[in-house]
């Protein structure tokens, strides 16, 4: 006899979302939110594992933004499998899954934008302006649709994760951001949905994109000039076949300044590079 298989709750609209939600508040019971665009893998997963631990009920939700990809950017293309993704996520043990439409989340008329700056300067926004503003906006109505107790975000997107925190910090919400570990391959790749991109022999040269982030980090701790580092970690990563570098920096870990050595503080080393039409993010501490 073939087993069924498991079946997990799928909720397209506001008004149905809020009522669940105001049940499970109704017996005192926590939120975790996994915010994701779908495409699901492991690193995915194993935000929902932590959410699990943090809360008696997780909510993940599944929603290609359109107003974080600017017309020239890969909307159209960005992968998309919601049989797969929920497959996972019912074996996961999520509880519900919140997949509105673009309607529902953007209804005619919508007119509001969440403007970012602070964590936001520079970095990504050097190159996608656009980019951090349609994140906090997106993630901001989640919160208030979902009203979580915690949301989880991955480390692999720092910047983005530095944002989020900031915005919720300095706009009052209630509720704490968690970032959980980068889900590597075992050769040091970071798991993306948008690895799936990459052709055969671009992902063999991908991993170089953290072996360079380990080097710079090393470097930069032995005392070399990070201006200079940097500049040789960009020229490494085109030797080794990327076809472009948007930026290599050392950072402060919390705000995301220029790393100073003499302040003691935290650092982060963080990247962006192009594998033919395939762009990278990673990063790591120093």
């Known amino acids: 006899m073939t087993p069924k298989k498991k079946s997990i709750k799928v909720v397209r609209k506001t008004r149905e979302l809020r009522q669940q939600v105001a049940r499970w508040r109704g017996r005192r019971e926590t939120i975790a939110l996994v915010p994701t665009m779908g495409a699901l893998h492991e690193g995915h997963l194993k935000l929902v594992a932590e959410a699990r631990k943090k809360a008696k009920r997780t909510i993940v939700s599944i929603f ?33 899954v919140w997949s509105p439409a673009a309607a529902e989340m953007y209804p005619a008329g919508f007119a509001t934008r969440i403007e970012v700056e602070g964590a936001a300067r520079e970095l990504e926004t050097d190159f996608r302006p656009h980019f951090f503003g349609g994140v906090a906006t997106v993630c901001c109505k989640l ?8 949301a989880l975000f991955g480390e692999k997107d720092y910047q983005q994760l530095c944002v989020i925190r900031q915005m919720v910090r300095d706009l009052d919400l209630p509720l ?17 949905s948008r690895n799936a991109y990459l052709s055969e022999e671009e992902r063999k040269i991908a991993p170089a994109l953290y072996a360079a982030l380990g080097k710079l980090a090393a470097d930069v701790n032995a005392g ?27 950072r402060e870990a919390e705000t995301l300044a220029p790393y100073d050595p003499a302040a003691k503080r935290k650092g982060r080393v963080l990247a962006a590079a192009w594998l033919g039409r395939t762009r990278l993010i990673d990063n790591r501490a120093l």
């Open 224 to 250: 070399g000039s990070i201006t200079m580092l940097q500049a040789e970690a960009s020229m490494g990563l085109l030797a080794a076949g990327f076809s472009k570098v948007d930026y290599v920096e050392v």
């Open 143 to 150: 919160f208030s649709q979902v009203a979580p107790d915690v």
């Open 64 to 96: 290609v933004n359109p107003r974080q990809f600017a017309p020239h950017e890969d909307f159209d293309r960005y992968p998309r499998d919601e049989e797969a993704d929920l497959a996972k996520l019912a074996k996961a043990g999520v509880d519900l």
């Open 176 to 192: 704490t951001i968690k970032g959980v570990a980068t889900v590597r391959e075992k050769d040091g790749l970071a798991l993306s």
